[in-house]
């Protein structure tokens, strides 16, 4: 029998996903995470990165959709999963040229900061860049297998 879990995942708009999965993987305050079928029930706070979900795809394996967020909460239930996220992107909708430039944005807010909430808020916006950009080198990995 196949295990899968219901994962929902919303942005401030809209539900951007519903469906059943085999696994999800999110970062979450201390690392990286896999939440599988019978996961024990779990809050916790997610930073801005990869969500990635493990479709079953039938006898032939399985298929992997990527997407982004800029940070949220993650609940896990005994038989549902909830992402909320303000911000959330298929990765391949990312634009990587525009990721670049908030990213120098950025570096240079931080270098020019004057108090100590323009150096956090633009850390926080640093991390988002570097989170797209990892997330876009992602895809294109899965792409080239």
Avoid: C, N
Wanted: cysteine-free; overall charge neutral; charged content about 25%.
């Amino acid at each position: 029998m196949v295990m899968t879990v219901h994962v929902d995942i919303v942005s401030a708009e809209k539900l951007i996903f519903s469906g059943l999965v085999d696994m999800l993987i999110v970062t979450g305050e201390l690392g990286e995470m896999g939440i599988m079928p019978g996961h024990s029930p779990l809050i916790t706070k997610l930073k801005p990165g990869q969500v990635r979900l493990v479709k079953p795809q039938g006898h032939a394996g399985s298929e992997e959709e990527i997407y982004y967020i800029s940070g949220g909460v993650l609940e896990v239930q005994p038989r549902r999963v909830t992402v909320l996220a303000d911000t959330v992107v298929r990765a391949d909708h990312l634009d990587e040229a525009e990721a670049i430039k908030l990213r120098e944005q950025a570096l240079r807010k931080m270098r020019e900061r004057s108090t100590e909430i323009d150096y956090a808020h633009a850390a926080s916006e640093l991390a988002e860049a570097a989170a797209q950009l990892q997330t876009i080198q992602k895809l294109r990995k899965q792409a080239k297998r």
